[in-house]
């Protein structure tokens, strides 16, 4: 497949051919970042999804989706407190 041709799926931009460099970097093309509403700054979460196949989220998404989803007393009374406490120091 030609390093420059586009995919469209129902008429929406999905990819562009990039290459893998050497230090395994990659760029992501700005079309892709603008269909997925990713922006320069943003902080992402990056994880193997199969062979071949890798996922990038932006993490405020991922927070959106976990927060306040364990249940009541999955924690006893003031332990993330003291977890948080000791972030500070």
């Known amino acids: 497949m030609p390093e420059d041709l586009p ?3 129902d008429g929406t931009l999905v990819k562009v051919m990039s290459k893998l460099s050497t230090k395994n970097q990659v ?3 700005v079309e892709v970042l603008r269909a997925a509403g990713l922006t ?10 199969g062979s071949g ?3 990038i989220e932006r993490a405020d998404d991922l927070i959106k989706r976990f927060a306040g989803t364990l249940p009541a ?5 003031g332990y993330l407190t003291d977890v948080r406490d000791e972030w500070r120091r």
Do not use: K, N
């Open 53 to 55: 196949r890798i996922e």
């Open 27 to 29: 760029t992501i093309p």
């Open 7 to 9: 995919l469209y799926f």
């Open 73 to 77: 007393g999955t924690y006893p009374p």
């Open 40 to 49: 320069a700054g943003d902080d992402v979460v990056i994880r193997a999804s």
